[in-house]
């Protein structure tokens, strides 16, 4: 059975730092291009970046590019989002997931391709 679990979200000042774990099992994280996205409340899910298989490339939404990185350790299948300078914009749930479709990201590729969505882990930026 295929499971992401996100972790390390927490609440944080502005202009902090948070890394965010997403912990995979039952599938092999490079065989898939992995995700990140987001939602505040009373907003739709956004892209926040995404992880290609085929030639390790990450794409970053403009909106936190410079100040968020990603990473992944195959041994231990997992995927860090590390968030520096954290704005109180950056307030969300934060998830990953895998694209079925695609090895190599495409910016605005549909959220109907990705799959095994974890329960989130919340990021709080505030004072």
């Known amino acids: 059975q295929v499971r992401f679990v996100e972790s390390g979200g927490g609440l944080v000042q502005p202009g902090g730092s948070l890394r965010l774990s997403c912990s995979a099992s039952g599938l092999t994280l490079g065989d898939y291009a992995i995700g990140w996205f987001r939602q505040a409340p009373g907003r739709e899910r956004e892209g926040v970046s995404c992880l290609s298989a085929s030639d390790g490339s990450v794409y970053y939404a403009d909106s936190v590019k410079g100040r968020f990185t990603v990473s992944k350790d195959n041994a231990k299948s997992t995927v860090y989002l590390q968030m520096n300078s954290l704005k109180p914009g950056d307030t969300a749930l934060y998830y990953c997931?895998?694209?079925?479709?695609?090895?190599?990201?495409?910016?605005?590729?549909?959220?109907?391709?990705?799959?095994?969505w974890g329960q989130g882990t919340q990021v709080t930026v505030s004072t």
């Open positions: 997931a895998a694209n079925l479709m695609r090895r190599r990201c495409q910016p605005g590729a549909p959220q109907h391709e990705y799959a095994y």
